[in-house]
């Protein structure tokens, strides 16, 4: 079975900066792309940021310049440093992974259970 675990959500006034961590575990094989997600209450779940197996990174137009992601292939980690933070950022954020399990040939996509957070102003 495979977990992808977040950490890092709170409380923070805009201005301020947070930073959420993502690890996966289980019987993994490779993690192809890992991404951070959002969804606030009445709109649909939306792409963040991802990051490649190579480094390559993609933002949302309205995080850019503000969050940066990262990856530690040697943990299976995926991290999101959010700077700047405005109170339209508050959201479930909800890491993504797309990886191969040990003994499998496909690739399949897995999600975090979420981790809010919430910009006051």
């Known amino acids: 079975q495979v977990q992808l675990v977040e950490s890092g959500g709170g409380l923070v006034q805009a201005g301020g900066s947070l930073k959420l961590s993502c690890a996966a575990s289980?019987?993994?094989?490779?993690?192809?792309?890992m991404g951070w997600y959002r969804q606030a209450p009445g709109k649909q779940r939306e792409l963040v940021a991802m990051?490649?197996?190579?480094?390559?990174?993609n933002y949302a137009e309205s995080v850019l310049g503000r969050f940066t992601i990262s990856r530690d292939n040697a943990k299976n980690a995926v991290y999101l440093e959010m700077n700047s933070l405005k109170p339209e950022d508050t959201a479930v954020y909800y890491c993504?992974?797309?990886?191969?399990?040990?003994?499998?040939?496909?690739?399949?996509?897995?999600w975090g259970q979420g981790t809010q957070v919430t910009v006051s102003s």
């Open positions: 990051v490649g197996s190579g480094g390559s990174t």
């Open positions: 289980g019987r993994i094989f490779r993690i192809n792309t």
């Open positions: 993504n992974a797309d990886l191969r399990r040990m003994y499998s040939v496909q690739i399949n996509t897995y």
